[in-house]
T-cell receptor, first 117, second 115 residues
Framework: KAGVTQTPRYLIKTRGQQVTLSCSPI?????VSWYQQTPGQGLQFLFE???????NKGNFPGRFSGRQFSNSRSEMNVSTLELGDSALYLC????????????????FGAGSRLTVL | GIQVEQSPPDLILQEGANSTLRCNFS?????LQWFHQNPWGQLINLFY???GTKQNGRLSATTVATERYSLLYISSSQTTDSGVYFC?????????????????FGTGTRLQVTL
């Protein structure tokens, strides 16, 4: 079956603009989570969505937001872009929300590499 | 929150050599995964291993949950094994508590396999 699909793969924006990234999870997966990867901070959790509800949010400013649609596809938005937002944004899907018992393997997409000039 | 430490930070091997990567974590975990990040940035899941031992070809992993560490073994390394290896954990919690649900990643081990 198809993996996790992220679009666009690469994009360049300028400071002050906004950006929307898209993630289509593996068919049947209901949980989508987002991570930011930068050379300085490593991989950091942004937020997780399950059944169209944000379950929790990482330590990021309100400029970072997301949503999940009824088909489990998710988008994240970053408004008023700053140079420090340049990063690889990774989306992962899993069969159910994390934190409960039992196996819940996360599968990652190829990422969206954002450059802010 | 939970702390995850990986060692060594960097590793250079000659093709054919074996290696062991270590992941220490500061609390009990419900989920532990090993990933390989390829040069294009994609995280490839290697193992889901909150406890026990698993093997997949030249790779194997062992997690000793009671002692809060996991090991990833790479045998007969190949140049295609180059990249960054991450350990990521998620501590157990009850659904509905509203607490954070996320994977916490280590800083990774950067592996370079040379001819």
């Amino acid at each position: 079956k198809a993996g996790v699909t992220q679009t666009p793969r690469y994009l360049i924006k300028t400071r002050g603009q906004q950006v929307t990234l898209s993630c289509s999870p593996i068919s049947g997966h209901r949980s989508v989570s987002w991570y930011q990867q930068t050379p300085g901070q490593g991989l950091q959790f942004l937020f997780e969505y399950f059944s169209e509800t944000q379950r929790n949010k990482g330590n990021f400013p309100g400029r970072f937001s997301g949503r999940q649609f009824s088909n489990s596809r998710s988008e994240m938005n970053v408004s008023t872009l700053e140079l420090g937002d340049s990063a690889l944004y990774l989306c992962a899907s899993s069969p159910r929300a994390s934190g409960g018992g039992g196996a819940n393997v996360l599968t990652f997409g190829a990422g969206s590499r954002l450059t802010v000039l | 929150g939970i702390q995850v430490e990986q060692s060594p930070p960097d590793l250079i091997l000659q093709e054919g050599a074996n290696s062991t990567l270590r992941c220490n974590f500061s609390d009990s975990v419900n989920n532990l995964q090993w990933f390989h990040q390829n040069p294009w940035g994609q995280l490839i899941n290697l193992f889901y291993i909150p406890s026990g031992t698993k093997q997949n070809g030249r790779l194997s992993a062992t997690t000793v949950a009671t002692e809060r560490y996991s090991l990833l073994y790479i045998s007969s390394s190949q140049t295609t094994d180059s990249g960054v290896y991450f350990c990521a954990v998620d501590p157990p919690r009850s659904l509905g508590t509203g607490t954070a649900s996320k994977l916490t990643f280590g800083t990774g081990t950067r592996l370079q396999v040379t001819l």
